[in-house]
Each structure stands twice: as C-alpha cells, then as structure tokens.
C-alpha cells in the first residue's frame, strides 16, 4: 500500500491550536468498525458507552519539558529538543536541533543557569549533546518550556504547562503528549470504575518518530524510531486477566494499543509479560490485532503512523468516511482536538 493513500485535505480551521476550555468539552465520535456507522456524543458520555465489565488501558508517561534554547558562541539562539538521555548521569543527550545543518560537531553552546553544551556525534540527523551538568528533571521544569508540536502555531503559554499533560501523568519521558488521554477528569474516571469497569496503567514514552509523517512511498519500507514500554506486574495481571476472562480491552490512545501488540507480537501470544522494553512495531492495514478490541484516539495528521495505524484497526475504508463527516461536522483535529471511540 501507498503513503499518498493516507493522505486528505484539512481546512487549516480544523487544528486545533487551544485545547477546549474544560477537557470535558470535547466531542466524541463513535465510529462502529463492524458496520462502518457514525454517531456523534460528548466526551463526557464515553463511559455509558464502553463495552460492560470490559478494561481500559491508559499510557500514564509524563511529557518532558524538553525544549531548551542555547546561544552559539557567535551569538545565535538555537533550539534543542531533548529527545533522550544517552547516559546514567544525564549529561549526554539525544536532541534534535534547529538549523540542523549549522550545528556541526565541536559547536559549543550556552544555556540558562551556566550550563554549557557541546556538540559530539550526530545520529540519524540529530545531534549528540554533552552537557557539562547533568539535566535533570527539576532543571528542566525550571528552565525547559513544553514540546508543542509544530503545527501549533503559537509560543507554549502557561496553560500548556499543565493541559499538556495527561491528569493521571507519572513517569516523566514523553517528547509529546500520548493525546487520546488528554480528554479524561477525575469525573469521567470515576463515572467509569462506578461501572464496574477495571482501569489500567501502562508507560510508552512518545518519541518524535510516532508523529514524523512516513517518508517511504512504499509503506513496507518504512521503519518507526524505537520506544521505550514498561509494564507493571499489576498491570500484566489485569491485562491478562480480562483476556482469559473474555473480557474486552480498550486502549487509549496509540501508544496503549502499539505497547499492547508490541507484547503480543514479542510473545506470539495474547498476553503481556511485566518488563521494561522498546518497540519499533509499525501497524498498517493488514495487520492484525490480537489483544486490543476497542479504542479511544483523536483525528490525526495525513501520511502520519499513526493515521495508519487506526486504519488498520477500523477498517481504511470506515477511517476515510469517518474523517470525512469529521471535516464536515468541523471537529478539531491533532493534539488538542476531539475524539473518537472506535468500537
């Protein structure tokens, strides 16, 4: 199969570049994958709709305050996104850089509180970063401002420190936001458990390669950057529970399903294994799923994996008309923008 396939027209209108007053404000379309049918409801009804005695799966990773900005010794301002630490002390980093080209190795740079950072390897087009600190956390929640992504045309505002951020957040690791969870209050979770539907949590942390467009025309060509996973034994015994109970399991968001399958596709079974691991797992349509049966996601971006990946899972066909009552109802789309529960 074709990118191009995967790709649609988006009224500029429709991304999303504030998230909704209340993350309870926003809409939810039911996208039924059996028959192809759509229906339109608020967020906050997504409780009465979930499949009884079913379990849902949350990516609990925090998102990093990753963006720094540096000052050559030339006196221009650069900026980094810290895409990951390369060593035990935190002083060696995997970043991607503005005007990449410029930023050869040996280029010294100066950060906020003194910190210095020096260019040493470049891998995949990014750069290798030595610090001459460790950066830590609290460093960066001083002095880093969040990822947002490009297509938010605008500076991070303080908002954006806490709506960018999923309310049951915990491990800090994310380049970017796992979104689909950004939808939830501690009133729709709790509407849920007095259901009787069980909760879970798992950690991927979002790298940049989830939301890169497929460059490869040929979809088969393409390879995902890889991820790191970790799921507790709590979970694992949740998860594993509800499948050999017949029980339905629901993710929320991509990177629920991607760790779930992940773990399938390692074991060649439908169960999950406790552990910390990474995943490069790419789901396009002719892929088959063997633990997750429903999901929660938002409307993503043209040629992206992940609008690949929700194809594979509902259908291509059921995915194009969907988006395209979508456009026509003037949902929002990408990170701050509505959501589907595709049953």
Not at 26 to 50: A, Q
Request: aromatic share 10%; proline share 3%.
């Amino acid at each position: 199969m074709k990118t191009s396939h995967f790709s649609f027209d988006l009224p500029q209108e429709l991304i999303a570049q504030y998230p909704a007053d209340k993350r309870d404000e926003s809409r939810l379309m039911l996208l039924n994958r059996k028959n192809g049918t759509v229906e339109h409801y608020s967020i906050k009804d997504l409780p009465n709709l979930l499949p009884k005695k079913s379990l849902i799966v949350f990516n609990n990773s925090r998102v990093r305050k990753a963006r720094i900005y540096g000052e050559s010794e030339t006196g221009g301002k650069v900026e980094f996104l810290l895409l990951k630490s390369l060593s035990e002390e935190r002083t060696t980093w995997l970043s991607m850089v503005s005007k990449s080209k410029k930023q050869k190795i040996g280029k010294v740079f100066s950060f906020d509180s003194g910190l210095k950072g020096q260019i040493t390897g470049i891998e995949d087009s990014h750069r290798i970063v030595e610090f001459s600190e460790a950066v830590t956390e609290n460093w960066l929640d001083k002095y880093g401002k969040m990822p947002l992504p490009p297509y938010i045309k605008r500076e991070e505002e303080f908002s954006d420190a806490e709506r960018y951020q999923t309310i049951y957040s915990k491990n800090t690791g994310s380049v970017a936001a796992p979104t689909a969870g950004l939808h939830f209050t501690d009133e729709i979770l709790e509407k849920i458990s007095e259901l009787g539907i069980e909760t879970a949590f798992l950690t991927l942390h979002v790298g940049l390669g989830t939301f890169l467009p497929v460059r490869s025309e040929n979809l088969e060509e393409h390879k995902m950057h890889s991820e790191e996973y970790e799921i507790t034994k709590e979970t694992a015994d949740k998860i594993n529970n509800a499948i050999n109970e017949g029980r339905d399991i629901i993710a929320v968001g991509t990177t629920s399903v991607r760790t779930l399958e992940s773990e399938a596709m390692r074991l060649n079974s439908r169960r999950v294994e406790e552990g910390k691991r990474s995943t490069d797992i790419f789901i396009y349509p002719g892929k088959e799923f063997k633990i997750v049966d429903h999901m929660v996601t938002n409307f993503h971006t043209p040629e992206s994996s992940l609008l690949m990946l929700v194809s594979a899972f509902a259908g291509k066909d059921n995915i194009d008309t969907a988006y395209q009552k979508a456009i026509e109802k003037k949902y929002h789309f990408f990170s701050y923008g509505d959501a589907m529960f595709i049953l």
